[in-house]
C-alpha cells in the first residue's frame, strides 16, 4: 500500500459480534449476587462493633448495608476493567485506532440516573440510622436531638423503664465513672445494667478525650467543662472494653479500662454497695456536688481549707494554673 | 537527569531520611531502655518496695522536676529511676517517703485508698525536727481537699490500685522542703506511708503514675515530669516467680 493510498474504511459492526452489553451484565449480575450474599449471611455476623446493645446492633448493620450497597458499584467497575483488557485488547499486528464515539444518551443517562439513586439512598438510609437508634450511640453534645426512651428519675430501680445516669470523667490517663442516682458515687469501674436505657454524660478534667465503649457501639468526646450526652441500652451480658479514642497525650494508648453488663439486680446491689462504703469511709462527702460537668474549682463552695502557699515551688498547695507555661 | 542519575538520587534520598529514622528510634528508645531497673526479690512470700517522692531531683537535664526514686535493695542506695520489677503472685510491701508539699487532686475520687489490702494506708507525718505530729494514721481516704496532705499519688490503673501519696503540711510544705534529691528524713519535713498489695498472677509490665496532675511549669499541671519515664510516670515489672 502506497502513502498516497486513502485508509481503508473500518469494517462495519458485525450482526454477529458478541453482545458485550448483555454479557457484561450477566457477570456482573452473578458476581454483585454472590457478594452481597457472603457479605450479609458470612462476613455481617463478625463485624465490629457487635451486637451487645442496639446501638453496636444498629452499626453493624450499618456496615454490612453500606457493604452491600458498594459491593455492586466495586465490582462493575472492576469488571468492566478486567473485560476491556482481556476482550478490547490490541491483536498482534492490529495497530487501527479505536472506533471514535461523541457521546451516548442511554450511557449518560443510566450513569446520572444510578448515580443519583446511590447517593439519595446513602442520604435517606445514613439519616434513618441517626435517627432510629437515638443518636446511633454518639455523643450529641448537652442538648440531645434524638433521645432514647426512658423516664427519668432522680432514683433508679432495676426492671423499670427509669433512664440510668453515669457520668463519664475522663483524665490523663484514666476513666471514672459517677452515678447521681446513687448519691453521686463515684468508681474507678463501669458497671451498667442489661436491658436498661443508658444516658452517658461525658466530661473531662483536663484535656480532651474521647469516651469509646466499643461493645457497646458508643463513642463520645469527652470535653472539659463540656456535657456530652450519649446513649445506649446494652442488650446482653458481658464485659466491654473502654479506650480513648482522642490522642490525649504521649500515655494515650494506656488510657483503658474494662466494664461489665450485668443484670439489673447485680448492679444495684453493686452501686449500693459502693455508695455505701463511700459514704462510710467519706469520699463521697468530699467530692464536688454532682453536676454535669466536674469542675474542681467548687472547692471554696464546699468551704473546705484549700490553702494556698506563696513562695514555693511546684503547685503551691493549689493546681498548677491554666496560664502560659514556663518550662523549668 | 539521566534515569541514572535520578536512581541514585532517590536511593540517596532514602538512605538519609532510613538513616535519620533510626538514629531517631536508637536515640528516643535506646535512651529510655538506658534507664536502670531495680529489682525486687521475694523473700517469704512477700517483698519490699521503697520508692520516694522529692520537689526536685539531682538530673543534669531537668532538675527542677518532681520526681520518685526507688530504692536498691541491695545497697539501699536511691535510683532515679521509675522502673521497678516484682515477682508475680505475690505481697508487695510498699514504703512511700513522700517529700514534696501538697497539691489538691484534681479529682478527689483518688483521695480515697483502691486496691491495697485492707483498701488502706498507713501513714506518719514528720517535721524537719523528726518530730512526729502524726503516727501511724491507718485510713481509707487522705482528703486533699480538706487539708494540705496529699503530695502526689501512686496509682496502677492496669490494677485499680490507687492510692494518695501523705505530704508534709502546710506550713511545712511553704517553708522548709527538701531541696536536695535524693532527699533523707534528717532535717527535712516528710511523710511515711506504707501499704500492700498482691502483684498479678502473670508476668507483664504495669503502668504507674501520678493522678494530680503535678508537671510544674507546664498548663494546667498536665505533660512534664508527670508523663515522662524517670519522674512521675513509671512501669511496675510483673516476672514470674
Redesign the interface.
Known sequence: MSAAEPPAPSPAPSSAGPRHGRRLFVIWLVLSLAACLLIWFVWKPHLPPGTMSDAARHQQFDIAVLAVSAAPVVIFVLLYFVYAIVVWRARPGDDSDGEPTYGNTKIQATWIVGTTIIVLWLFVFGTVELVVPAGAGAGQGPAPIWKLDGATSSTWTPNTNTMLEVQV?G????W?YRYPQFGGM?S??LLLPVNTPVEFHVTS???IHSFWAYQLGVKADANPQVDNVAYVTAKALGSVTVRCNELC???HG?MY?YGHVVPPTEFQSWARGVQAK?QA???LA???PYALT?D?TV?PQ?G????K???????????????????? | MSVTARAVSLLAAFLVVAGLATFVAIYFIGGASAMPTVHYAASGGQVNVVLQED??NDSSS?P???SYYVQDPASQNWVHTTLFSVPAGTRVNVTLYGY?????L????F??V?GTIGNTVTYSQFDQHGKEYVTDKTT??I?A????NVGHTF?I?GL?L?VPVASPN?EL???N?CSESPCTTSGNPYAKETFSFISPAHAGVF?W?C??????????????P??TLGYM?GEMDVVSS
Open positions: 470523667i483524665q490523663q490517663w484514666t471514672t463515684e474507678s469501674e478534667l483536663d484535656v497525650g504521649i500515655w494506656a479500662n463511700e469511709n467519706g469520699i468530699a467530692l464536688p466536674y474542681p472547692i464546699m473546705k481549707n484549700l490553702i502557699i506563696d513562695g514555693i515551688t511546684g503547685a503551691a498547695g493549689y493546681y498548677y494554673p491554666p496560664s502560659d507555661p514556663v518550662t523549668p | 520537689p526536685q531537668k527542677d522536676w518532681v514534696d508539699g501538697c497539691t489538691p484534681r479529682n478527689n475520687y483521695s480515697q483502691q481509707q481516704v482528703n481537699w480538706s487539708d494540705c496509682a490503673p485499680g490507687y502546710a510544705s511553704a517553708n522542703l503502668r503514675q493522678l494530680v496532675p503535678c508537671g510544674g511549669g507546664f498548663i494546667d499541671g498536665n505533660s512534664g508527670m508523663q510516670m
